[in-house]
């Protein structure tokens, strides 16, 4: 059973710290890695995708991958109150024979930023 | 703009009924998915398909039924079968297999509740 782990939270943290959201992977053959944000009711939406080791920046959102630990994470610089929602990890899943690589999701981290 | 779209918004239903959730696209992606999300949890994968006029049972696919007779349609039946289908049922789809950095798109969902 191919697994995607994710502390539920919620993780609180001031305005204006880093946001650090981890996730683990149990399938090596796993070559993408995509973090969504989803707001309480609200669809996921995409936020970062990554598929090299290292760190990837886009605006105040840092994705990191470690192939070798199994091991995705994002961080939120200067986060602000309208960040807290849902971070949900997704890992597409390795080579499967004559079909699609589905994303398998994590349950989420809660993250509320307080003023 | 290219998107998918998901109706209706909000659905009630009555017990012993079956009921229709709409997803449309018009992305021209071959995969579409259904997922099934409560509240506090992770998304549950409930069918796929990868093809007009075939799809495969996800994780959770006991009580519900799927068609896809065209490219942009893939609509979910809850059935009667289904003892407890109050959820938040998400809508997504993707592009061919061997593009690392596309993930899923989302539509902006339907929300069930059982009356």
């Known amino acids: 059973q191919k697994e995607v782990e994710q502390n539920s939270g919620p993780l609180s943290v001031p305005e204006g710290a880093i946001a650090s959201l981890n996730c683990t992977y149990s399938d090596r053959g796993s070559q993408s890695f995509f973090w969504y944000r989803q707001y309480s009711g609200k669809s996921p939406e995409l936020i970062m995708f990554?598929?090299?080791?290292g760190d990837k920046e886009d605006g105040r959102f840092t994705a990191q991958l470690n192939k070798a630990s199994q091991y995705v994470s994002l961080l939120i610089r200067d986060s602000q109150p309208s960040d807290s929602a849902t971070y949900l990890c997704a890992v597409k899943e390795g080579s499967v024979s004559g079909g699609y690589n589905k994303l398998i999701f994590g349950a989420g981290t809660r993250l509320a930023v307080h003023p | 703009d290219g998107g998918i779209t998901q109706s209706p918004k909000y659905l009630f239903r009555k017990e012993g009924q079956n009921v229709t959730l709409s997803c449309e696209q018009n992305l021209n992606h071959d995969a579409m998915y259904w997922y099934r999300q409560d509240p506090g949890q992770g998304l549950r994968l409930i069918y796929y398909s990868q093809i007009v006029n075939d799809f495969q049972k996800g994780d959770i696919a006991e009580g519900y039924s799927v068609s896809r007779e065209k490219k942009e349609s893939f609509p979910l039946t809850v059935t009667s079968a289904q003892k407890n289908p109050t959820a938040f049922y998400l809508c997504a789809s993707s592009p061919p297999p061997g593009r690392l950095h596309y993930g899923y798109t989302f539509g902006s969902g339907t929300r069930l509740t059982v009356v």
């Open positions: 990554i598929y090299s080791n």
